[in-house]
C-alpha cells in the first residue's frame, strides 16, 4: 500500500474539510430557499409556478423560446392543443411525419 506524503496528506485533509464545510452550507442554503417559498405561499402565491419562473430566468431568451417550441409541436401532435388538434386515431387527415428534438 502506498501511502502519501505529510505534505499531500495535509492538502487532502484541507480539501476534505472545506468539501464538508461547503455541504453544511449547501444545506443550510436549502433550508433557506424552502423557507423562502413557504413564505410566498403564506401569502398566496403558488410555490410550483414560482419554482418554474426560477427555473426559466436561469435559461436565455433562446433557450426558453427552444423549449417552448418543442413543447408545442409535442402537444399539438397529442391533440392537447385547441387550435386544430390532431386526430388521434391516425385517420387521414392525420400528420404523416413528427419533428422530434435532437
Do not use: C
Amino acid at each position: 500500500m502506498t501511502t502519501l506524503q505529510a505534505s499531500a496528506q495535509n492538502q487532502l485533509r484541507q480539501f476534505i474539510e472545506q468539501i464538508e464545510r461547503l455541504e453544511e452550507e449547501k444545506k443550510a442554503l436549502a433550508s433557506d430557499i424552502r423557507d423562502k417559498y413557504l413564505e410566498a405561499k403564506g401569502v398566496g402565491f403558488d410555490v410550483k409556478a414560482l419554482r418554474e419562473i426560477v427555473r426559466m430566468r436561469k435559461k436565455s431568451q433562446t433557450e426558453r423560446e427552444e423549449e417552448e417550441s418543442i413543447l408545442e409541436v409535442y402537444m399539438h401532435a397529442l391533440g392537447m392543443l385547441n387550435d386544430n388538434p390532431m386526430p388521434m386515431n391516425g385517420g387521414d387527415d392525420a400528420p404523416h411525419h413528427i419533428i422530434a428534438a435532437e
